[in-house]
């Protein structure tokens, strides 16, 4: 259960992670939405294992909902479908495809024909690779790819965007208990206003997205989770009636926490807080919005 003081931004915050979804397009400019709220954001994982003699495989159905209780047309699902195949204890290999369907992202003005505000809703399909090596004793590397579309609701349909990113990332395993994760990744979004340019309007962008994490199990029962990510999008439209992405960029700093604390062999609580901060820049608009979330759960293992 969190408490937010944007709801318009919180599940763009929640999902902002190397592994997750960093470019999730948000409404700064929505019409409601960014006020305080309570989330429930319940999560079912199920997991199979399936030995061979050429390893081991692990496939993954993991649900995630965002409910939310004054804004509750917010409330969304996402799912994601994963298999890790283990050659051996030093190389693996990891398949996942992650859709989010119907997602409300808030209210826009459509300028196009008088039609005035209207809801932007986004169904985003994303399939990633990644591949995992050992490559001694304390140090790994991933190798990571993803590739998805975007598809928006038809008074949007300009926004349609196909991206693809790539991501190297290096693992520290400091010691038994601590590691540390330092990861970038290059992302590029190609919308379908560019070829459109009646609508005045390309979000087409460049992302530079840089992630530090730290983990450490600072007891015998006690974990802690560090992260800092910083984001620079630059935007590439070469429409100048575009006000909001014209000569723009935008800049986005996060940072998080977590404690879980393991109550008994399958039983864990844990307390998690985030803060971001998103500035975007244009040739006409200047943009600063802030989201602060709280965070109290309990994971259960049968």
Do not use: C
Not at 45 to 58: D, E, H, L, N, Y
Not at 60 to 87: C, D, M, W
Not at 264 to 287: K, M, P, Y
């Amino acid at each position: 259960m969190f408490y937010t003081d944007n709801a318009n931004l919180f599940s763009a915050t929640r999902r902002s992670s190397l592994d997750g979804d960093p470019s999730q397009p948000v409404l700064d400019t929505s019409a409601f939405g960014h006020g305080k709220d309570m989330v429930f954001e319940p999560t079912l994982r199920v997991m199979k294992f399936i030995p061979s003699s050429w390893g081991q495989t692990a496939f993954t159905i993991k649900l995630r909902g965002f409910v939310y209780a004054v804004n509750p047309e917010f409330s969304q699902t996402g799912i994601y479908l994963e298999g890790v195949h283990a050659f051996n204890p030093d190389t693996a290999i990891r398949l996942r495809f992650f859709t989010a369907p119907d997602q409300l992202l808030g209210q826009a003005n459509v300028e196009r024909d008088g039609i005035g505000l209207q809801d932007a809703r986004v169904s985003s399909h994303i399939g990633a690779v990644r591949f995992d090596k050992r490559l001694s004793d304390h140090w790994e590397i991933q190798l990571y790819g993803r590739a998805g579309i975007r598809r928006f609701n038809e008074p949007f349909a300009e926004r349609d965007m196909f991206l693809w990113a790539v991501s190297p990332r290096l693992v520290w395993h400091m010691t038994h208990h601590a590691r540390m994760v330092i990861g970038y990744q290059y992302e590029r979004g190609l919308a379908e206003g560019r070829h459109h340019p009646e609508f005045h309007e390309d979000g087409s962008y460049v992302q530079h997205f840089a992630s530090i994490a730290f983990e450490a199990d600072l007891m015998e029962h006690l974990e802690l989770e560090l992260d800092f990510h910083y984001e620079r999008n630059n935007f590439t439209t070469g429409i100048s009636e575009d006000e909001l992405h014209f000569l723009g960029g935008e800049n986005i700093f996060l940072g998080s926490g977590r404690l879980l604390y393991q109550v008994t062999d399958n039983t864990a609580v844990t307390f998690t807080v985030q803060r971001a901060n998103r500035n975007l820049n244009s040739e006409l608009e200047h943009i600063q919005a802030f989201n602060t979330n709280v965070g109290l759960g309990v994971l259960y293992r049968f």
